[in-house]
């Protein structure tokens, strides 16, 4: 994964062999991509780069991150849970997502038709950030080992695809993921198992 921000808008995220090739998705969506980044910026977020995606950061707190994907592109909220949603817009990442989280985009030109509303809804976000508001944790989140809860702050698919498992598949991941005695190891496994999280499957299914 790519750990310079310059290099997403460039070459992609890194995370498929795509990476830096004509059809890489960022390279589809780049026009829509930089607007939103100008957005961001113009609001005055802090820039950085988490799981080969740019994040947006307030108060100390990730608030928003890009994706791309071969037919769309999207702007996803941290958090959101705390959003208000006050026209309609966001969307599940997926069926079994908890919350809307995401602005999904089909058309380059859709975000700067939209730039008012987006300001609008970062701005909301921004505002929970700054003020330390979080969403009320389910009791399950305690357990969660810090790795993994690690992983799913910072990559919004993979939280909407991890809390819309059942239990026992969240009880796979958890057991499994806390067995490694080091951390690195807990890191490790969680990346082995993105996919199968995202395709609703559990630790030990194949």
Request: glycine share 8%; aromatic share 8%; net charge positive.
């Amino acid at each position: 994964m790519i750990t310079d921000i310059e290099a997403y808008f460039s070459d992609g995220c890194g995370r498929c062999e795509r990476f830096a090739t004509a059809d890489c998705s960022t390279r589809h969506w780049s026009s829509g991509l930089a607007e939103l980044r100008r957005i961001c910026l113009g609001l005055k977020m802090i820039e950085t780069v988490k799981w080969g995606h740019p994040c947006y950061m307030h108060g100390n707190r990730n608030v928003v991150i890009l994706g791309a994907f071969r037919n769309d592109f999207r702007l996803s909220f941290f958090n959101a849970a705390l959003m208000k949603d006050a026209d309609g817009i966001l969307e599940k990442q997926g069926p079994n997502a908890q919350h809307p989280d995401m602005i999904r985009f089909t058309e380059n030109s859709q975000v700067a038709k939209m730039k008012p509303v987006i300001e609008s809804y970062v701005k909301e976000a921004m505002g929970y950030a700054e003020a330390g508001i979080k969403p009320v944790k389910r009791q399950r989140e305690r357990d969660l080992p810090a790795e993994l809860l690690e992983a799913l702050n910072s990559d919004p698919e993979l939280n909407a695809a991890f809390h819309g498992l059942t239990p026992g598949r969240q009880n796979s991941y958890i057991i499994n993921i806390s067995s490694a005695k080091k951390p690195e190891t807990r890191v490790s496994r969680i990346a082995k198992f993105r996919d199968k999280i995202l395709a609703g499957k559990g630790a030990m299914e194949r």
